[in-house]
């Protein structure tokens, strides 16, 4: 071969690529269109006379591989959270001011944010390992994605091969794949043209062709790509800012956003909302909202996240698109906690781009406040450009023919009652108790509403994962009286289901087969199925990564859950409720005997092992007057909780510095025979549990065995699931990865593994087969 050949190769690569970056990314196109076209010609015809010297990265290859049978899952390594939103200045403003009593010593007013649009589109993630694009993959539900690598490698303004020099080993780009207004009209012209549907908006159009099948198509659509932020980064720093971080990725070959500005303070960040508030028509894109971020990496840190969001950043939606229609009908509808809620039946009508015929009316007082009533004219908004709710009457329209709406007295599925429920706030002056905004339905589960609903909810992939059991099938088995609780479900025959419409053999097999599949499951999952009020998945994470034993969640009192991350009183109180009433209880009881195991971590999280100071516990017990400081004033006088319970006015007037208010408010505590048995008892759980301040001297700590590595899971095992795997790797200490690095410390590979297997093989890694892991699993405790 001739090496001016493959030096001329070379050249046109890079040629091409720089010209491919300064029309996509930098809009600067420096030839036209015939010179770029002739480049491309000339290395495309020297490839195909040397295909040995066809490389993944050339410009050639963005399309040409053949269509797939569907999406591969990735789990991100780290989450890709959603943000909180904003919808008004107050909001804002209220955002930073929870900045400023986090971070006591930033003048908030200096305190810089990056700002830029937030894009209507899908959000991605690209990894780059030695600077080479390896994979693309969707958000999904932020924990796990799809992997469309092949589809983002038709996107022209994607480089396959990072310019420049000095990105890290491995680099996660995220960013926001949209369709630009123009590309868009085009589209749906070409569509009309050939008598095709076309697409509502650009978000729909360019989600639908991200997640097609055949990239060729994909690579047809005039898609977009611009990045907002990073994830994984290792082997190389960025920069210490939000904003310098992007500005080097564009460096490297990345759209950034141009409208990006860094400002000062709330204010700052309010007269950029004003700019492209009236700019946002003339965008060459759809986007919904801003989205501010503080730019020191290092307060971001500082400042951490809540379960599903950072604390350093947020949305700032823009107000949503308005249309005018009748509410010809208000309908009640039952969910599966019992809420009886208002739904509006409107007359259609097109409102941010989709047609809407229904819309939230939230709750009574909702309604009372708006005065809406059946036959109105209303201003109908989709809220957060999601849900569509009504913001307004039209009172100039009305006729005098409009009709109040009305509360049924009784469930319109069942008959039983329809209660208001109350709210009970708790503090260290006792408990108030006021009207709630929801009505609910007595019947629980004799209401049919409630059963199907909470059914659904039991069955759904993201709870115990029952394939087969659809929202009809299960109508058909409460209708017919069959199932009358979860634990029914696993009491089913075939020949019961059989007996169902459009049951033959091969689905009542197959049905019976997953719901006994379902018998093992997750911990959290199964605390997720139960449909506990305000507890979702991440909730239901937290009590079984925290607790580790269902046992405990369902002893644990309320005043112990709210030491765990990010569950308030009122959630505590649910979860203790619910796990305290008979029925539930019932039914808990019921799936274990029909032997459904959920798989538990087993031991308390060790970060609250030993965790509960004395102070702690006193500052828990709600004492009027006694804040963090006096409950340490208290702890290092008495001690023990049983010294506390048996002190007197001579011995709490004796504490330097303990005032008279956090005295009275402690001996009518200590007066209140049912408050000393509650902190008896909650001090006995913190005993029980391992979380009292005596435990980390009884039980110290131990790291777990596979603390400080990284699986990886690939293939497909027959005994476990992935989630179980990973579960079960995880209660190990082990952090289970997506992908295969030099970090890697192990990979289990099952049936049909592909380029995991073969990376970590290059790399001299550890392999595991199933049997193997199983083997392991059972030596650490960890069996099926």
Same mark, same amino acid.
């Given at each position: 071969?001739?090496?001016?050949?493959?030096?001329?190769?070379?050249?046109?690569?890079?040629?091409?690529?720089?010209?491919?970056?300064?029309?996509?990314?930098?809009?600067?196109?420096?030839?036209?269109?015939?010179?770029?076209? =002739?480049?491309?010609?000339?290395?495309?015809? $020297?490839? *195909?006379?040397?295909?040995?010297?066809?490389?993944?990265?050339?410009?050639?290859? !963005?399309?040409?591989?053949?269509?797939?049978?569907?999406?591969? *899952?990735?789990?991100?390594?780290?989450?890709?959270?959603?943000?909180?939103?904003? @919808?008004?200045?107050?909001?804002?403003?209220? &955002?930073?001011?929870?900045?400023?009593?986090?971070?006591?010593?930033?003048?908030?007013?200096? $305190?810089?944010?990056?700002? *830029?649009?937030?894009?209507?589109?899908?959000?991605?993630?690209?990894?780059?390992?030695?600077?080479?694009?390896?994979?693309?993959?969707?958000?999904?539900?932020?924990?796990?994605?799809?992997?469309?690598?092949?589809?983002?490698?038709?996107?022209?303004?994607?480089?396959?091969?990072?310019?420049?020099?000095?990105?890290?080993?491995?680099?996660?780009? =995220?960013?926001?794949?949209?369709?630009?207004?123009?590309?868009?009209?085009?589209?749906?012209?070409?569509?009309?043209?050939?008598?095709?549907?076309?697409?509502?908006?650009?978000?729909?159009?360019?989600?639908?062709?991200?997640?097609?099948?055949?990239?060729?198509?994909?690579?047809?659509?005039?898609?977009? &790509?611009?990045?907002?932020?990073?994830? #994984?980064?290792?082997?190389? /720093?960025?920069?210490?800012?939000?904003?310098?971080?992007?500005?080097?990725? =564009?460096?490297?070959?990345?759209?950034?956003?141009?409208?990006?500005?860094?400002?000062?303070?709330?204010?700052?960040?309010?007269?950029?909302?004003?700019?492209?508030?009236?700019? =946002?028509?003339?965008?060459?894109?759809?986007?919904?909202?801003?989205? &501010?971020?503080?730019?020191?990496? %290092?307060?971001?840190?500082?400042?951490?996240?809540?379960?599903?969001?950072?604390?350093?950043?947020?949305?700032?939606?823009?107000?949503?698109?308005?249309?005018?229609?009748?509410?010809?009908?208000?309908?009640?509808?039952?969910?599966?906690?019992?809420?009886?809620?208002?739904?509006? !039946?409107?007359?259609?009508? &097109?409102?941010?781009?989709?047609?809407?015929?229904?819309?939230?009316?939230?709750?009574?007082?909702?309604?009372?406040?708006?005065?809406?009533?059946?036959?109105?004219?209303?201003?109908?908004?989709?809220?957060?450009?999601?849900?569509?709710?009504?913001?307004?009457? #039209?009172? *100039?329209?009305?006729?005098?023919?409009?009709?109040?709406?009305?509360?049924?007295?009784?469930?319109?599925?069942?008959?039983?009652?329809?209660?208001? +429920?109350?709210?009970?706030?708790?503090?260290?002056? %006792?408990?108030?108790?006021?009207?709630?905004?929801?009505?609910?339905?007595?019947?629980?589960?004799?209401?049919?509403?409630?059963?199907?609903?909470?059914?659904?909810? @039991?069955?759904?992939?993201?709870?115990?994962?029952?394939?087969?059991?659809?929202?009809?099938?299960?109508?058909?088995?409460?209708?017919?009286?069959?199932?009358?609780?979860?634990?029914?479900?696993?009491?089913?025959?075939?020949?019961?289901?059989?007996?169902?419409?459009?049951?033959?053999?091969? /689905?009542?097999?197959?049905?019976?087969?997953?719901?006994?599949?379902?018998?093992?499951?997750?911990?959290?999952?199964?605390?997720?199925?139960?449909?506990?009020?305000?507890?979702?998945?991440?909730?239901? !994470?937290?009590?079984?990564? /925290?607790?580790?034993?269902?046992?405990?969640?369902?002893?644990?009192?309320?005043?112990?859950?709210?030491?765990?991350?990010?569950?308030?009183?009122?959630?505590?109180?649910?979860?203790?409720?619910?796990?305290?009433?008979?029925?539930?209880?019932?039914?808990?009881?019921?799936?274990?005997?029909?032997?459904?195991?959920?798989?538990?971590?087993?031991? $308390?999280?060790?970060?609250?092992?030993?965790?509960?100071?004395?102070?702690?516990?006193?500052?828990?017990?709600?004492?009027?007057?006694?804040?963090?400081?006096?409950?340490?004033?208290?702890?290092?006088?008495?001690?023990?909780?049983?010294?506390?319970?048996?002190?007197?006015?001579?011995? $709490?007037?004796?504490?330097?510095?303990?005032?008279?208010?956090?005295?009275?408010?402690?001996?009518?505590?200590?007066?209140?025979?049912?408050?000393?048995?509650?902190?008896?008892?909650?001090?006995?759980?913190?005993?029980?549990?391992?979380?009292?301040?005596?435990?980390?001297?009884?039980?110290?700590?131990?790291?777990?065995?596979?603390?400080?590595?990284?699986?990886?899971? +690939?293939?497909?095992?027959?005994?476990?699931?992935?989630?179980?795997?990973?579960?079960?790797?995880?209660?190990?200490?082990?952090?289970?990865?997506?992908?295969?690095?030099?970090?890697?410390?192990?990979?289990?590979?099952?049936?049909?593994?592909?380029?995991?297997?073969?990376?970590?093989?290059?790399?001299?890694? !550890?392999?595991?087969?199933?049997?193997?892991?199983?083997?392991?699993?059972?030596?650490?405790?960890?069996?099926?």
């Amino acid at each position: 071969m001739n090496t001016s050949v493959s030096e001329r190769i070379l050249a046109l690569r890079e040629q091409i690529d720089s010209h491919n970056h300064r029309y996509y990314v930098l809009d600067e196109p420096s030839i036209p269109d015939a010179e770029y076209d =002739r480049l491309f010609r000339e290395l495309k015809a $020297l490839e *195909e006379a040397h295909p040995e010297l066809v490389t993944s990265d050339s410009p050639t290859q !963005r399309v040409g591989a053949k269509p797939i049978g569907g999406f591969a *899952e990735v789990s991100h390594e780290l989450p890709m959270l959603s943000l909180d939103n904003a @919808f008004s200045a107050e909001e804002l403003r209220a &955002f930073v001011k929870r900045i400023g009593d986090r971070l006591k010593d930033v003048d908030t007013t200096r $305190l810089t944010f990056a700002c *830029e649009p937030k894009l209507d589109g899908l959000a991605i993630s690209l990894l780059y390992e030695n600077g080479l694009l390896v994979r693309g993959a969707t958000r999904g539900d932020g924990y796990t994605g799809e992997d469309i690598t092949l589809n983002v490698r038709t996107i022209a303004n994607i480089p396959l091969k990072l310019m420049g020099s000095g990105w890290p080993q491995r680099l996660e780009v =995220r960013g926001e794949v949209y369709m630009p207004k123009a590309g868009f009209e085009a589209l749906n012209e070409d569509a009309r043209a050939r008598d095709e549907k076309t697409f509502v908006n650009p978000r729909n159009a360019a989600a639908g062709s991200l997640r097609q099948l055949d990239p060729s198509i994909t690579a047809k659509r005039p898609l977009e &790509f611009c990045c907002y932020s990073t994830g #994984v980064v290792e082997g190389g /720093s960025l920069p210490d800012s939000h904003s310098e971080s992007l500005k080097q990725l =564009r460096e490297w070959g990345l759209k950034i956003n141009p409208e990006m500005r860094v400002v000062e303070g709330a204010e700052g960040c309010l007269e950029y909302y004003r700019q492209m508030e009236q700019k =946002r028509g003339s965008l060459p894109y759809d986007i919904d909202g801003l989205v &501010f971020k503080v730019d020191d990496r %290092g307060l971001q840190q500082l400042l951490g996240f809540v379960a599903r969001a950072p604390r350093w950043a947020i949305a700032h939606k823009f107000p949503a698109q308005e249309e005018i229609t009748r509410l010809n009908d208000v309908e009640f509808q039952v969910g599966r906690t019992g809420a009886v809620t208002p739904v509006a !039946r409107l007359e259609p009508v &097109f409102v941010g781009g989709v047609t809407v015929s229904n819309a939230t009316l939230h709750n009574m007082d909702e309604i009372a406040r708006l005065d809406v009533r059946i036959g109105d004219y209303v201003m109908v908004r989709r809220a957060g450009d999601v849900i569509p709710q009504i913001v307004k009457v #039209v009172t *100039e329209k009305r006729s005098g023919d409009e009709r109040p709406v009305e509360l049924p007295d009784h469930c319109p599925v069942c008959g039983s009652e329809v209660e208001r +429920t109350q709210l009970v706030k708790r503090g260290k002056s %006792g408990q108030q108790v006021s009207q709630g905004a929801i009505y609910r339905c007595v019947g629980r589960l004799a209401c049919q509403a409630q059963l199907k609903q909470a059914l659904i909810h @039991f069955v759904s992939r993201k709870a115990m994962d029952i394939d087969g059991l659809g929202e009809k099938n299960i109508d058909q088995l409460v209708e017919r009286e069959m199932v009358a609780s979860p634990a029914d479900l696993y009491r089913l025959t075939k020949a019961q289901l059989l007996r169902l419409e459009g049951f033959a053999e091969l /689905s009542s097999e197959n049905i019976v087969t997953a719901i006994d599949q379902s018998r093992t499951v997750t911990l959290d999952k199964f605390i997720y199925a139960l449909g506990i009020p305000e507890v979702g998945e991440e909730t239901a !994470r937290v009590l079984s990564n /925290s607790l580790g034993t269902l046992e405990r969640i369902r002893k644990a009192l309320p005043e112990l859950l709210t030491w765990l991350p990010d569950i308030g009183l009122e959630v505590a109180h649910e979860i203790h409720n619910f796990m305290q009433d008979e029925h539930n209880a019932s039914v808990i009881n019921a799936l274990l005997e029909l032997n459904v195991k959920p798989i538990e971590p087993g031991e $308390l999280a060790a970060q609250l092992q030993g965790s509960v100071t004395f102070a702690d516990l006193i500052d828990k017990l709600n004492i009027a007057g006694v804040a963090k400081t006096g409950a340490t004033l208290l702890a290092d006088q008495f001690q023990t909780l049983e010294a506390l319970l048996n002190a007197d006015e001579a011995a $709490l007037s004796a504490i330097p510095r303990f005032g008279s208010r956090a005295r009275n408010g402690l001996l009518e505590r200590l007066a209140d025979q049912l408050w000393c048995e509650r902190a008896i008892a909650l001090e006995q759980q913190l005993r029980d549990f391992g979380m009292h301040w005596e435990s980390a001297v009884e039980r110290p700590k131990q790291s777990l065995p596979l603390e400080g590595e990284t699986w990886v899971l +690939t293939g497909t095992l027959e005994q476990l699931t992935r989630d179980d795997a990973k579960a079960k790797l995880q209660a190990l200490g082990a952090k289970v990865a997506g992908s295969v690095s030099a970090k890697t410390t192990a990979v289990v590979a099952g049936e049909k593994a592909g380029s995991k297997l073969a990376k970590a093989e290059q790399l001299g890694i !550890r392999v595991l087969n199933e049997a193997q892991l199983l083997e392991l699993l059972a030596s650490e405790g960890q069996a099926l």
